[in-house]
């Protein structure tokens, strides 16, 4: 399976107001501002969809979801907004996991 940077994979998290905001992980091999992105560190950079709505840093530790052919997972926590391009930084969840051998239990 790709990375989802290379998928650009569709990603969702809510806003301080609780609504759903939608974006698009981004390929750092084709956007270049994030051709410095450090190799080996499991952050990934989203790109909302609609630049009108406001990205604040109210909602830095909220939680990111991505779609991977119709599936939905857990892609990690916001820990950098850049309000100006509409974009957030989020720190992947499975490298954080594996490093603390821990695991993410969901329940129904």
Known sequence: MQ???QRKAPA???NVDGVVVT???????S???LKDLPAGVA???VAADDA???IEQWVLGSPVTVDLDGTIYNLGVITAVDEARHWIVVDLINPLLVQQD???ITTW
Not at 23 to 29: E, F, S
């Open 3 to 5: 990375p989802v940077q």
């Open 102 to 104: 821990a695991r993410l």
């Open 23 to 29: 974006g698009h992980v981004l390929d750092p091999a």
């Open 52 to 54: 009108a709505k406001p």
């Open 12 to 14: 969702k998290w809510s």
């Open 31 to 33: 956007t270049p501002e």
């Open 43 to 45: 952050r990934v950079v």
